[in-house]
């Protein structure tokens, strides 16, 4: 990566956004006391949230050795599908709903891989610090009552799971009103939902 009217990231560090343009602001070079070490820099300015990215060069190749601020990668040594979860949560903090979600993911990935498997997401996570896994604060710390998800497959199927996964309280739907074949498919799913629920369900008209 060089040092060119724009910068070359894999997100911006502020907003997190895949694949950002980072313009070109202004160049600088410095130095120390002495007059030498110098350093060629770039200051880039986001063109989706307006954050500033600055990133310093040698001189002499003109690639980057730095920028700032960084981006900071999950720890290599948590399991790599918890880990996966942790980075796309990391990269979607602009979306915070997503990310809550995301995080919630890596913690039920890890306390599975940790054999606790049955149970909800709480219920799991209250095993564990019973058993000195983690602490009784981290346990206690899980005040999130809203989740949205973004999920594919069959609708009653992965609602079911994740509901049951997340210990979810209540879930709320909108009434069906799609007409023919769509609007008896998602009648039938709601259906299946409302007969297997773990948890109370609110129909909105």
Excluded at 3 to 8: C, K, Y
Excluded at 96 to 118: F, H, R, T
Excluded at 140 to 167: F, H
Aim: with cysteine; charged share 20%.
């Amino acid at each position: 990566m060089h040092l060119t009217e724009q910068l070359q990231l894999p997100r911006c560090p502020h907003c997190k956004i895949a694949l950002p343009t980072l313009k070109l602001l202004s160049n600088h070079t410095t130095t120390n006391h002495a007059g030498v070490n110098a350093r060629k820099w770039g200051v880039y300015c986001c063109t989706g949230c307006g954050g500033l990215v600055t990133a310093w060069a040698e001189p002499t190749s003109n690639m980057v050795q730095h920028v700032f601020p960084g981006i900071l990668p999950v720890d290599r040594d948590i399991p790599e599908r918890p880990r996966a979860y942790l980075q796309q949560a990391s990269d979607s903090l602009h979306a915070p709903a997503g990310s809550i979600m995301l995080s919630a993911s890596s913690v039920d990935s890890m306390l599975k891989i940790k054999n606790y498997i049955e149970g909800s997401l709480y219920k799991r996570i209250e095993q564990a610090a019973a058993d000195h896994l983690i602490t009784e604060e981290m346990a206690k710390d899980r005040k999130v009552r809203i989740v949205v998800l973004l999920e594919y497959g069959t609708p009653q199927e992965r609602m079911l799971t994740k509901s049951r996964e997340l210990g979810v309280d209540l879930m709320i739907f909108g009434q069906a009103t799609g007409r023919g074949a769509r609007g008896r498919f998602l009648d039938r799913s709601l259906q299946q939902v409302l007969e297997h629920s773990p948890c109370p369900v609110l129909i909105v008209k």
